[in-house]
């Protein structure tokens, strides 16, 4: 999915803050140090981590989120605010129409980054919008890159200016130039023009970029960029910023499942707003560009916040603390065990929720992954086939009680012997461990 490494990790760091009546400074440093290597580890430039990790640490200390009902809602609302504005704070750009017509957008970055598949992309939207675009092919130096501008000009059913095959290499510039008096004979209001890229960034490029940027004086230049190139995003925005200069990012093929970095850099190194993204090969899988909807995106927003409710509504903490003190005196019986289960299923989303109860260990997240969440239900149905004194006193669990009981349970004895065992190892273990945590969940396999 879209970012969906960096999405988990923001919302475990997050989660991991749920239900603290207040923050210490320790709990927000530790949030923070997570984010931080969520970030980095999806490719997101050092010094835009640096600057978003340090407005988040500020804010998160600040008097008002220690004062509000919920501190740990704030702290994410804070990370939300902060991805909005690296990717380019609340207001999304409109393209800069010119007065007189036609509107000109040329099209810069690497090749393969998506230059002329966008180019259809935009012409299909804004022939969606009652405009009348023309396309213009101004990269010559792919030997297909013509035919591939003409198969989606056809495709959005808009023309295509080009040089008559078969001349040889023409001149890009000379091209780009007769282009505007075409669009201005043929009343096209906007001329895309698609340029040619290089593998790398080199002086060639931007020396013939900067050229017909000078000949067809744009209103808008797009640097189109691949989201999947990872840390190389900022060198490669900085070195067309600073030699063609653009004034809108586009963000490709975010369909795929790329880290994110670049999509987080690209406007805070350059401060040029990202415009538009690509989704797919299709000329429709495109999107205008919104900072706010990715950022709840990027974080799961709506998650984030449900989980922590949830989590609280769950958890309720004097229960998980008799819970604990019973183990300790080896007085926790099934009884106390199905309790907790049904809290477990009450708040749905089971595994989610284990892993965002604080101090779990990577082993138990492990081992959650192989749960089978139906089979909370038929623990349950074992335990409500049990009579009060086998739930308050397992051992007197003989086989005619067990076959009893997977019969009203509709499960196996070995089903019911299986969850006997388990329970017996997990009340030892969690007298073991002297911790006011929620007790039951991590150490148990599938019945
Ligand atoms: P150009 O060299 O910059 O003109 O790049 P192209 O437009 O030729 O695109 C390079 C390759 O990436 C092509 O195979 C496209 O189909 C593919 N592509 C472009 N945009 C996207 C996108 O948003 N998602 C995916 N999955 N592929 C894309």
Redesign the pocket.
Known sequence: AMFGNLSDRLVEALGNLRAKGKLTPADVDGTVREIRRALLEADVALPVVKDFVTHVRERALSDDVNRALNPAQQVVQIVNDELVRILGGTESRQIAFAKQPPTVIMLV?L????????AGKLAKWFVGQKHSPMLVAA?LQ?PN?VT?LRIVGDQAGVPVFSPEPGNGVGDPVRVARESMRIARDKQHDIVIV?TA?RLGVDEALMKQAADIKAAVNPDEVFF?IDSMIGQDAVATAKAFHDGVGFTGAVL?????DTRGGAALSVAQTTGQPIMFA????KLD?FEVFHPDRMASRILNMGDVLTLIEQAQAAFDEAEAREAAEKLAKDQFTLNDFLKQMQQLRRAGNFKKMIGLMPGITKEAKAALDDFDESSLVRIEAIIQSMTPLEREMPKVLNGSRRARIARGSGTSVTEVNNLVKQFDQMSKMMRTMARGAMPGMPGMGPL
Do not use: Y
């Open positions: 970055g090749q393969g980054a998506g230059k002329t598949t966008l990269d792919r890159a591939q698609d890229g189109v490709t093929k975010l369909d795929a690509s989704v797919g090969e899988d």
